[in-house]
T-cell receptor, first 116, second 112 residues
Framework: AQSVTQLGSHVSVSEGALVLLRCNYS??????LFWYVQYPNQGLQLLLK??????LVKGINGFEAEFKKSETSFHLTKPSAHMSDAAEYFC??????????????FGQGTELSVKP | DVKVTQSSRYLVKRTGEKVFLECVQD?????MFWYRQDPGLGLRLIYF???????EKGDIPEGYSVSREKKERFSLILESASTNQTSMYLCASSPQGGTEAFFGQGTRLTVV
């Protein structure tokens, strides 16, 4: 069975500091991996995704993530945090079933706080 | 842009009521999903549908049912609302063969 674990339910960084949000997955098949962001009282917005090819994936708002198969990890990073990055972040794995995508298994979420 | 619209942002219902949550997508996607979001648990899949009139149970279907009479619309039904169904509900859609899901704004349901 597939699963996703996000390490740390709350992460706090100072403005301008490195952001690192950790995600580990388990999957018996090559996974499709995603990071979504949720701002207060909003739906989920896709930050970036890994399907195949280059293991370093760049997304919106300066975020990137690296797929490391040997470590079963897909950590999200941003070199310099901005106040507007404060939100909840979800890592997810997608299982392809009957040639269909979009059925996502989510981690528990990590709330990012950014201090001035 | 893909647009997934949920009919209500906030709902307050009484215990025992039958509740309908509506979701419409405008991108002709084959797949539609209903998730429930609770603090510390992330999002959990309730039901999904890969075609009109087709439905599959997700991880937590108990107490819920769904209806998909038209391709663009996917309804979640709480047959008899209970307080433990107080939650944020998120609808999503994806195209056939696609890899990612597109989400609506969510409906925050409170059952009193």
């Amino acid at each position: 069975a597939q699963s996703v674990t996000q390490l740390g339910s709350h992460v706090s960084v100072s403005e301008g500091a490195l952001v690192l949000l950790r995600c580990n997955y388990s999957s018996s098949v090559p996974p499709y991996l995603f990071w979504y962001v949720q701002y207060p009282n909003q739906g989920l917005q896709l930050l970036l995704k890994y399907t195949t090819g280059a293991t370093l994936v760049k997304g919106i708002n300066g975020f990137e993530a690296e797929f490391k198969k040997s470590e079963t990890s897909f950590h999200l990073t941003k070199p310099s945090a901005h106040m507007s990055d404060a939100a909840e972040y979800f890592c997810a794995v997608s299982k392809i079933w009957n040639n269909q995508g979009g059925k996502l298994i989510f981690g528990q979420g990590t709330e990012l706080s950014v201090k001035p | 842009d893909v647009k997934v619209t949920q009919s209500s942002r906030y709902l307050v219902k009484r215990t025992g009521e039958k509740v309908f949550l509506e979701c419409v997508q405008d991108m002709d996607h084959e797949n539609m999903f209903w998730y429930r979001q609770d603090p510390g648990l992330g999002l959990r899949l309730i039901y999904f549908s890969y075609d009109v009139k087709m439905k599959e149970k997700g991880d937590i279907p108990e107490g819920y049912s769904v209806s998909r009479e038209k391709k663009e619309r996917f309804s979640l039904i709480l047959e008899s609302a209970s307080t433990n169904q107080t939650s944020m509900y998120l609808c999503a859609s994806s195209p056939q063969g696609g890899t990612e899901a597109f989400f609506g704004q969510g409906t925050r349901l409170t059952v009193v």
